[in-house]
């Protein structure tokens, strides 16, 4: 067993885990931020732990907020927009 935590990020993100099928990211994003259109080669979990989002992904867009859980497949194109500071879990795995 490993306990991780994610630290105060001040509007980034960290690697909680980065292996070669794994990938666990803390990824914190202002209020008004966007990240834009992209794609990853595994498949990837989002979960948000606070805030709200506005996620578009190849099947539409909804807004997420705590509790709310996201799936994509590999190569699945999404972007994002904070409507308020959040903290979001992305979990990239090769499954």
Do not use: C, W
Request: no cysteine; aromatic share 4%; proline share 3%.
């Amino acid at each position: 067993m490993k306990k991780l935590s994610a630290n105060i990020l001040d509007g980034k993100f960290e690697h909680l885990i980065d292996e070669d099928k794994l990938q666990v990211t803390h990824l914190q994003i202002k209020s008004g931020e966007e990240i834009p259109s992209h794609e990853s080669d595994k498949t990837v979990i989002v979960v948000i732990y606070r805030g709200k989002v506005d996620f578009v992904g190849e099947d539409g867009k909804d807004i997420i907020i705590p509790g709310d859980i996201i799936r994509m497949d590999p190569h699945e194109i999404h972007s994002l927009k904070a409507i308020e500071d959040s903290d979001l879990l992305v979990i990239k795995a090769a499954i």
